[in-house]
Each structure stands twice: as C-alpha cells, then as structure tokens.
C-alpha cells in the first residue's frame, strides 16, 4: 500500500472546512482512494436520504456504479445488508453466494465482479450508508486492508457531521439531499457529454470533473450550466486527442507520435 498516498488522503478527507467545500467531489474522493489504495477494482457508496432509503452518490466506476443501482433496484445485496445491520459484510466468491442474493450475485458476475466487502458508514449508532468495494478476482480482502477501508469511510463519516456542524446545517439529511440532487444534474450531463464527445461514461465524469477543479468551481454548478446551455465547454474537445490510462480514472495526453 502507498503510505504516502494513504497519508494524503486521510489529510483530504478531513479538510473540509475549505471555501466552497464540494460535498459531491468529496465523496467521489472516497470512492476513488479507496480503489487505489485496497487494491480492488472499483468501489461505491451508497448513503441514506432523508427517508432512509439509499441512493447511489458516488463510483469509482461505471460498472460500479450500475451494479449499485440495481443492487437498490432488486433490493438485495451486501450493500444493504450491510447498512441495515450496521456492520461488515463479506463475499469473498459471488459465485457461491447464489442462495444468499439470487439476483445480485449473478448480476455482479457479469459485471466484472467476483468478490465484494461492504464497510458501514457509521459513527456510534448512526448509520449513513455504505461504502462497498468490489474486486474482480474471487478472494477475501486481507484483514490490514478492511481495517484501512473502514478507517477511510469512518473518516469521511466524522468529517461529513463535523463540516454539517460547522456549516450550522439543521440536519443531516439536508446536506445528503442536497448531494442526491447534485447527483442527478451530474447524471444529466456526463450523458449529454458522452453523447456529444463519443465518449464512455467514466470519461465523460472525469472530464466534467477535471474541468470542475481546473476552473475552481463545484462539480454540481457545473454540470448544472452544461445541461441547461449556460456553460458552453468549449475547451472539452481535447479529449478527443487524449486518453485514460489504467489504474487512475482519468484523461492523460498521448505521447506525440516518432
């Protein structure tokens, strides 16, 4: 594991007392570190909204993002039960736990995915959601992993409360309803952009959000002026002369030719 990495995340995830704090940028912060640094696949994160149903907020994938949604969809999986007990909840071979989710695990494997940890979101007996890893090959994660996955979604739950404390929001839930919309205007415009640009979904959000940090505004505002045509994105077609490389997610230039 990269103890520098490790190190830099855990400063990112507790600053969020910042001018102009992206509570939406921070979750995908979440979910993105935490693939990198457990090596799995993909992570996702799931937290309640003010009816307590989840939602999907943040992927560090596509895929993951698809399966938690039809996780919610069918209403079985180790994402939710690992919210509603408020503990870890393993599946280290999808393939043998057709009995246990008849129609998650299936879906899982075809997805890509042959093992999954699901950590709770939790400070004392509040539950907010889950942060669920996924993993292509089967196998349980090593114990020193699980410990660091849940440290890193304790984190981001002290740090979600104490910056809705400092900010004098009146609930909790405000604050994730407020991320739950941002999320669907986000939704909306990496489909326009994939549409317009010939591009997958996970490059249409890593352009949106490039954008977003390169011009110091928040994710949300965004993509909210790229759907209604108030935020033209002109300077977005460089991606047609970039591409992704493996492992991090995001859009690298090509090496000049000769």
């Known amino acids: 594991m990269d103890g520098e990495l490790l190190s830099a995340t855990f400063v990112e995830l ?12 921070f979750l995908h912060v979440l979910t993105d570190r935490s693939a990198q640094l457990l090596n799995v696949s993909a992570a996702g994160l799931l937290l309640a909204d003010p009816r307590g149903e989840l939602r999907v907020v943040a992927a560090s994938s596509e895929a993951a993002r698809v399966l938690e949604l039809f996780q919610l969809q069918s209403d ?11 503990r870890p909840v393993a599946a280290a071979d999808l393939a043998a736990e ?18 999954v940890q699901a950590l709770p979101m939790r400070l004392r007996e509040q539950v907010i959601g889950a942060l669920n890893l996924f993993s292509a090959d089967a196998g349980a994660l090593a114990p020193a992993d699980v410990r660091v996955g849940q440290a890193l979604a304790d984190v981001a739950t002290i740090s979600l409360l104490h910056e809705r404390s400092m900010r004098h929001s009146d609930t909790l839930n405000e604050q994730l309803q407020t991320a739950l919309n941002s999320r669907v205007i986000i939704e909306q415009a990496k489909g326009k952009l994939a549409e317009r640009l010939g591009l997958d979904m996970d490059q249409a959000f890593s352009l949106l959000r490039d954008q977003a940090r390169t011009s110091n505004r928040r994710l949300s505002d965004l993509a909210r002026g790229f759907v209604d045509g108030s935020e033209p994105l002109t300077g977005l077609t460089v991606i047609k ?4 490389l493996p492992g991090d997610g995001l859009p690298r230039p090509q090496s000049p030719p000769g």
């Open 241 to 244: 002369t970039r591409q992704r």
């Open 14 to 25: 507790t600053d969020t007392l910042v001018v102009g704090f992206d509570v939406i940028d």
């Open 98 to 115: 057709a009995a246990r989710w008849p129609r998650f695990a299936p879906a899982a494997r075809e997805a890509g995915f042959a093992a």
């Open 76 to 86: 079985q999986g180790p994402c939710l039960d690992c919210f509603r007990s408020g």
